[in-house]
């Protein structure tokens, strides 16, 4: 929550920096792709809007814009709610911890917004040309896209400010083997909006106040196409997802796919308020998620039904720095939370459903999926650090969390079953400890223990409550998830070289996982003892000649005791990924040229497979990409190449999922190229 030198850190963080984002974002505009590729121990790109199974070390992550929550208690998302023109960097902590509150039992990722230029007027414009193919249809007309951004700031007496648009039209994705991919988010065949203003002002040389905005918009447009079902009459796994065209759709009383997210941020900072630095903040988010209809009637809704997600959430914080004499440093203060969740489920009609061939969706009703309920969380919380010498440093922390949870009296969708609602608080103590021992000034040790918590998936619990299911009398069901993680490691800051290695272990004696039915919808959450664990490495080198290389290493496993038996069984591939490998080697190969090739390899997974609890097993893959960049007039032209091989390949939770239903099993993007031109003024 303050600047500090990663090196002084007793945890394993990482920093995607803005050079970092832009050098990915040829290959891939998705932060949920680039991080998914920077990040050890987060888990692949699920190439869908939906996060679901992108956990950090197989548990769930804070997504946090500058400090403001973007995880929702259900529908787990946040990722794709901002265009990455508009970052200026991203921040992780791996592994659980309490720093912002809940959610982040897996770790947090905060997302910081573009910074104003320190000149009165910088300004950059991007114009760029995507066409994703595969097999046959590389460069098909119909897959081709475009995108334009520009970003101004600057600063100008005691004035600063940020403006940034970028507006993305994408079109339509092929496979490896050229066949069109169904999306059922506002993916593909979509155009995208992204605006952020900030403007600040230095009252003093002490106090600032900054205002942001940020509106992310994005809609499925002219789309001709819904998912095949036919594939499910083939045994589940044997056959990919498929697309039918059925043409151009119709919604009559009711909305396209659409993601839309708006946020409002007040900052004030004052650096000395008796001796102690003060930092404010309020903030309000709001979101909504349309999903894509599907056809249920044989299956979970037994209609067609057209999901629609909303969520806000708004609170404040208020942290102070103080030091401890000259060799120490408080950081203590407040935090508020309060959100509300609720999906809608729109009804249509299945007679002109048929009738147009599964074009036409004319909305005849709707009905509560989950009902509005409201989260409010405060937290107090202090963290101490004390250099102990010019070696060896300490740091110790307590937050402490209440939580108010409340739904009315509602009626469950499918199962029409009276549910009597109520109110229900509880509490969480948690801790952390650690150290950093500087063996050199370039290569230190750290050790940690530390806690962390997160509400369980109430929406999902509401959805379809157990039998005799009670707000006030389930409270096992409903009580967070606290999570013991020990982790230790080695990293090193020389000149040519940059590298780090960890292992974790971490324990809940009440963990998380959701029951599913045999058609992989989750209809329930099982509470039970869970243990996870891994390795995880970095390296960069820098050996000369232009020349730099390295990557990441990601394993990890973990097992939880569904039946509270003491006999532990593998956890599913959506909780563990398998075997995680990055790759990279860059060449400065002239003074305004560079290339680069980078590789993702992803492991094979069949432990939770052999002991039944996976549908099937992972298999791996192998995914290059080829980005270079090159110096062209004022400017510089970015090529990226997206799956440079034409891999035909499914992501991991993908390939789970499709263990349930062919209809959910779909392949990656095949090879897809992208030119993007950067002018800087």
Same mark, same amino acid.
């Given at each position: 929550?303050?600047?500090?030198?990663?090196?002084?850190?007793? =945890?394993?963080?990482?920093?995607?920096?803005?050079?970092?984002?832009?050098?990915?974002?040829?290959?891939?505009?998705?932060?949920?792709?680039?991080?998914?590729?920077?990040?050890? $121990?987060?888990?692949?790109?699920?190439?869908?809007?939906?996060?679901?199974?992108?956990?950090?070390?197989?548990?769930?992550?804070?997504?946090?814009?500058?400090?403001?929550?973007?995880?929702?208690?259900?529908?787990? =998302?946040?990722?794709?709610?901002?265009?990455?023109?508009?970052?200026?960097?991203?921040?992780?902590?791996?592994?659980?911890?309490?720093?912002?509150?809940?959610?982040? /039992?897996?770790?947090?990722?905060?997302?910081?917004?573009?910074?104003?230029?320190?000149?009165?007027?910088?300004?950059?414009?991007?114009? !760029?040309?995507?066409?994703?193919?595969?097999?046959?249809?590389?460069?098909?007309?119909?897959?081709?896209?475009?995108?334009?951004?520009?970003?101004?700031?600057?600063?100008?007496?005691?004035?600063?400010?940020?403006?940034?648009?970028?507006?993305?039209?994408?079109?339509?994705?092929?496979?490896?083997?050229? #066949?069109? &991919?169904?999306?059922?988010?506002?993916?593909?065949?979509?155009?995208?909006?992204?605006?952020?203003? %900030?403007?600040?002002?230095?009252?003093?040389?002490?106090?600032?106040?900054?205002?942001?905005? @940020?509106?992310?918009?994005?809609?499925?447009?002219?789309?001709?196409?819904?998912?095949?079902?036919?594939?499910?009459?083939?045994?589940?796994?044997?056959? %990919?997802?498929?697309?039918?065209?059925?043409?151009?759709?119709?919604?009559?009383?009711?909305?396209?796919?659409?993601?839309?997210?708006?946020?409002?941020?007040? /900052?004030?900072?004052?650096?000395?308020?008796?001796?102690?630095?003060?930092?404010?903040?309020?903030?309000?988010?709001?979101? /909504?998620?349309?999903?894509?209809?599907?056809?249920?009637?044989?299956?979970?809704?037994?209609?067609?039904?057209?999901?629609?997600?909303?969520?806000?959430?708004?609170?404040?914080?208020?942290?102070?720095?103080?030091?401890?004499?000259?060799?120490? +440093?408080?950081?203590?203060?407040?935090?508020?939370?309060?959100?509300?969740?609720?999906?809608?489920?729109?009804?249509?009609?299945?007679?002109?459903?048929?009738?147009?061939?599964?074009?036409?969706?004319?909305?005849?009703?709707?009905?509560?999926?989950?009902?509005?309920?409201?989260?409010?969380?405060? $937290?107090? *919380?202090?963290?101490?650090?004390?250099?102990?010498?010019?070696?060896?440093?300490?740091?110790? !922390?307590?937050?402490?969390?209440?939580?108010?949870?409340?739904?009315?009296?509602?009626?469950? *969708?499918?199962?029409?079953?009276?549910?009597?609602? $109520?109110?229900?608080?509880?509490?969480? /103590?948690?801790?952390?400890?650690?150290?950093?021992?500087?063996?050199?000034?370039?290569?230190?040790?750290?050790?940690?223990?530390?806690?962390?918590?997160? &509400?369980?998936?109430? $929406?999902?619990?509401?959805?379809?409550?157990?039998?005799?299911?009670?707000?006030?009398?389930?409270?096992?069901?409903?009580?967070?998830? =606290?999570? #013991?993680?020990?982790?230790?490691?080695?990293?090193? @800051?020389?000149?040519?070289?940059?590298?780090?290695?960890?292992?974790?272990?971490?324990?809940?004696?009440?963990?998380?996982?959701?029951?599913?039915?045999?058609?992989?919808?989750?209809?329930?959450?099982?509470?039970?003892?869970?243990? &996870?664990?891994?390795?995880? !490495?970095?390296?960069?080198?820098?050996?000369?000649?232009?020349?730099?290389?390295?990557?990441?290493?990601?394993?990890?496993?973990?097992?939880? #005791?569904?039946?509270?038996?003491?006999?532990?069984?593998?956890? @599913?591939?959506?909780?563990?990924?398998?075997?995680?490998?990055?790759?990279?080697?860059?060449? +400065?190969?002239?003074?305004?040229?560079?290339?680069?090739?980078?590789?993702?390899?992803?492991?094979?997974?069949?432990?939770?497979?052999? +002991?039944?609890?996976?549908?099937?097993?992972?298999?791996?893959?192998?995914?290059?990409?080829?980005?270079?960049?090159?110096?062209?007039?004022?400017?510089?032209?970015?090529?990226?190449?997206?799956?440079?091989?034409?891999?035909?390949?499914?992501?991991?939770?993908?390939? =789970?999922?499709?263990?349930?239903?062919?209809?959910?099993?779909?392949?990656?993007?095949?090879?897809?190229?992208?030119?993007?031109?950067?002018?800087?003024?």
């Amino acid at each position: 929550r303050t600047a500090e030198v990663i090196q002084n850190i007793p =945890r394993s963080v990482t920093v995607v920096t803005r050079a970092e984002v832009e050098q990915q974002t040829p290959v891939s505009r998705s932060l949920q792709d680039i991080v998914g590729r920077e990040v050890p $121990g987060l888990g692949a790109s699920t190439q869908s809007r939906n996060q679901f199974g992108q956990n950090l070390r197989g548990r769930s992550v804070s997504i946090l814009i500058d400090g403001v929550p973007l995880t929702t208690n259900t529908q787990p =998302r946040g990722l794709q709610t901002i265009a990455p023109n508009a970052v200026e960097r991203i921040e992780v902590v791996r592994g659980p911890n309490a720093i912002y509150g809940s959610q982040a /039992t897996g770790g947090t990722i905060n997302i910081i917004t573009l910074m104003p230029s320190e000149n009165p007027l910088s300004q950059q414009s991007e114009v !760029g040309l995507t066409a994703a193919g595969g097999g046959q249809r590389f460069l098909e007309s119909d897959s081709f896209g475009n995108y334009i951004a520009h970003s101004l700031s600057g600063t100008v007496g005691a004035y600063n400010y940020v403006f940034s648009f970028s507006r993305e039209s994408i079109g339509t994705f092929y496979d490896a083997e050229g #066949d069109r &991919i169904f999306n059922d988010r506002p993916l593909d065949q979509s155009n995208t909006y992204n605006i952020l203003a %900030k403007a600040g002002v230095n009252l003093d040389s002490q106090q600032r106040l900054q205002l942001t905005f @940020n509106r992310y918009s994005s809609t499925q447009v002219d789309n001709e196409y819904i998912n095949d079902l036919s594939v499910n009459t083939r045994p589940a796994g044997t056959e %990919k997802a498929r697309a039918l065209r059925v043409g151009e759709l119709e919604f009559v009383d009711s909305t396209p796919p659409k993601d839309q997210t708006t946020l409002l941020n007040f /900052t004030y900072t004052n650096d000395r308020v008796f001796g102690s630095s003060v930092q404010a903040q309020a903030y309000y988010r709001y979101s /909504t998620l349309n999903f894509f209809p599907g056809d249920f009637r044989e299956a979970f809704f037994e209609n067609i039904t057209f999901g629609q997600v909303e969520n806000q959430n708004w609170g404040g914080r208020l942290q102070i720095e103080t030091p401890v004499f000259t060799v120490a +440093k408080l950081v203590w203060g407040v935090d508020y939370n309060t959100e509300y969740n609720t999906v809608v489920q729109d009804i249509f009609d299945p007679a002109t459903f048929d009738e147009s061939g599964g074009r036409v969706y004319r909305k005849i009703d709707e009905r509560v999926e989950i009902p509005r309920y409201d989260l409010n969380q405060l $937290g107090l *919380f202090a963290q101490f650090q004390w250099d102990i010498s010019d070696n060896f440093l300490v740091t110790g !922390g307590l937050r402490h969390q209440r939580v108010g949870f409340s739904v009315d009296d509602y009626t469950t *969708f499918p199962g029409n079953a009276a549910i009597e609602g $109520g109110e229900l608080n509880f509490n969480n /103590t948690v801790f952390n400890a650690g150290a950093v021992y500087k063996i050199t000034d370039t290569f230190n040790v750290f050790g940690n223990f530390a806690q962390g918590f997160s &509400i369980p998936d109430f $929406g999902n619990l509401l959805r379809r409550p157990p039998a005799g299911f009670s707000i006030g009398g389930d409270f096992q069901q409903l009580e967070a998830v =606290r999570v #013991d993680n020990y982790e230790i490691g080695v990293r090193g @800051n020389w000149e040519q070289v940059n590298a780090s290695i960890s292992g974790f272990y971490n324990t809940s004696e009440l963990g998380e996982s959701f029951v599913l039915d045999d058609r992989g919808f989750p209809i329930g959450i099982n509470r039970a003892p869970q243990r &996870i664990y891994g390795v995880e !490495g970095t390296l960069d080198w820098r050996p000369g000649g232009g020349w730099q290389l390295g990557g990441t290493a990601t394993w990890q496993e973990g097992e939880n #005791d569904a039946n509270q038996d003491g006999d532990y069984l593998p956890l @599913n591939s959506s909780i563990i990924s398998p075997l995680k490998l990055t790759t990279y080697i860059q060449h +400065k190969t002239t003074p305004g040229w560079r290339n680069r090739l980078q590789l993702v390899y992803i492991g094979n997974r069949d432990r939770a497979f052999d +002991k039944g609890v996976d549908p099937v097993g992972i298999d791996n893959y192998l995914v290059v990409d080829y980005i270079s960049s090159v110096k062209v007039g004022p400017g510089t032209l970015n090529i990226g190449i997206e799956n440079l091989l034409d891999t035909q390949y499914f992501p991991v939770q993908l390939q =789970r999922a499709g263990g349930f239903d062919n209809s959910e099993r779909f392949a990656a993007r095949g090879r897809a190229l992208s030119l993007r031109y950067v002018l800087n003024w």
